[in-house]
């Protein structure tokens, strides 16, 4: 049983650049978050998906897109990276609002 | 809207000593609450949760949790620290009109021998 599986772990990027970072879960969950952890900040929800076919605007969007391909996949894409979006990136996935969320092991991303 | 406040950043504790991290929480609306651990270079693990009933919750290594709506709280402690305690904690909440997961800033737990 895999959990949540994040790829890649690793990635560097220059000013400019777009990537998506890719989530999958196979806990059958209904919700699915990304969330970005910087420093002294926690962790900001970015994007949220509370079920397959939603998606919505959490505390820091901008410069972000998302799609949930099924129930299954939740990407997060950069259309143009920034040296502000440098961050470890955690998506995560919850069968419903009052249960445990499931974290990926996190994306380190550097954009110079 | 939704938010959770941690107000310490770090709190140093000698082992066995007692501890209380602090949490805050904002929300118009019946809440779900829970406290998580990150452990360096990874990602977070629920310690406990509050769903409803007994205010009072614990988890299986010891901490626990007590719910106060009137102060809207939710601080986490544990009577005994261990070194193995070192680690993040992070308050998170949900409620049942966004379905937002948000969690506060963190507080550092670090154990000193």
């Known amino acids: 049983n895999a959990g949540v599986t994040q790829t890649p772990k690793f990635q560097v990027l220059k000013t400019g650049q777009s990537m998506t970072l890719q989530c999958a879960q196979d806990?059958?969950?209904?919700?699915m978050y990304w969330y970005r952890q910087d420093p002294g900040m926690g962790l900001r929800l970015i994007y949220y998906?509370?079920?397959?076919?939603?998606?919505d605007k959490g505390e820091v969007p901008n410069g972000y897109n998302v799609s949930r391909l099924n129930k299954r996949e939740f990407s997060l894409r950069l259309e143009s990276a920034a040296p502000s979006q440098t961050s470890v990136y955690f998506c995560?996935?919850?069968?419903?609002?009052?249960?445990?969320?499931?974290f990926g092991q996190g994306t380190r991303l550097t954009v110079v | 809207a939704q938010s959770v406040t941690q107000l310490d950043s770090q709190v140093p504790v000698f082992e066995e000593a007692p501890v209380e991290l602090r949490c805050n929480y904002s929300?118009?609306?019946?809440?779900?609450l829970f406290w998580y651990v990150q452990y360096p270079n990874q990602g977070l693990q629920l310690l406990l949760k509050?769903?409803?009933?007994?205010?009072l919750v614990e988890s299986i290594n010891g901490f626990e949790a007590e719910f106060n709506k009137s102060q809207t709280s939710f601080h986490l402690r544990k009577p005994s620290v261990h070194i193995s305690d070192t680690a993040e904690y992070f308050c998170?909440?949900?409620?049942?009109?966004?379905?937002?997961?948000?969690f506060g800033t963190g507080t550092r737990l670090k154990v000193l021998a």
């Open positions: 509050y769903l409803s009933g007994s205010t």
């Open positions: 998170a909440v949900t409620d049942s009109g966004t379905y937002k997961y948000i």
């Open positions: 806990m059958n969950h209904n919700s």
């Open positions: 929300s118009s609306v019946s809440v779900y």
């Open positions: 995560a996935s919850q069968r419903g609002i009052e249960t445990e969320a499931f």
């Open positions: 998906s509370a079920s397959e076919g939603t998606t």
